[in-house]
T-cell receptor
């Protein structure tokens, strides 16, 4: 039981490039979330999903898209990366209430 | 939206109890208080949560005041591995049934040998 895993762990992009972050969970959780954490700050919700095929916007959704084609996977996409998207990205999943987090992806946009 | 206020940093001697305070004066009646911690920028680790009653598990105890405007996380016997940033969070239920965890900047707890 791996819990929540994230791929990749690190990535460096140039401005304007695109990429997809993958989150996978093996706990059969309905809800999945993407957060970002900037230096010295707490986490902020980007997008979330309440089940396969559904997505919704969080606090800071601009510049990101998401998809939940399979229950166990939640993808976060950056279509045209900007330096302001340099951050650590965390994925989480939950059955209903308590969220469990992955190890994070550190993204740098030059 | 409910927000929390925590001290920026605290020290605790190894083996002693660590008491981490949190103010959440604007919390609504059906909003839960959660505590997570983050070690070396790893993913946040769930510790404990509660609504109005005090709670205890294998990691910690949570004491919530009767008016629910503040709470205290207690680590009964702090070890060096408990050095981390501790977040007190109000869980807000979204209209879809999902939850948003409003993270603040947390308290950096340093356990001293």
């Amino acid at each position: 039981n791996a819990g929540v895993t994230q791929t990749p762990k690190f990535r460096v992009l140039k401005t304007g490039q695109s990429m997809t972050l993958l989150c996978a969970q093996d706990m059969n959780h309905e809800y999945m979330y993407w957060y970002r954490q900037d230096p010295g700050m707490g986490l902020r919700l980007i997008h979330y999903s309440v089940g396969e095929g559904t997505t919704a916007k969080g606090e800071v959704p601009d510049g990101y898209n998401v998809s939940r084609l399979k229950k166990q996977n939640f993808l976060l996409g950056l279509e045209s990366a900007a330096p302001s998207q340099t951050s650590v990205y965390f994925c989480a999943s939950s059955r209903r209430d308590t969220q469990y987090f992955g190890p994070g992806t550190r993204l740098t946009v030059l | 939206d409910a927000k929390t206020t925590q001290p920026t940093s605290m020290d605790c001697a190894e083996g002693r109890a660590a008491n981490l305070p949190c103010n959440h004066s604007t919390i609504s009646g059906n909003e839960y208080v959660y505590w997570y911690r983050q070690i070396h920028s790893q993913g946040p680790q769930y510790i404990i949560h509660g609504l109005k009653n005090n709670e205890t598990n294998e990691m910690a105890s949570l004491i919530i005041t009767e008016d629910r405007k503040s709470s205290t996380l207690i680590l009964p016997h702090a070890t060096l591995r408990d050095t981390a940033v501790y977040y007190c969070i109000v869980r807000v239920e979204l209209r879809t049934g999902a939850n948003n965890l409003f993270f603040g900047t947390g308290t950096r707890l340093t356990v001293i040998p």
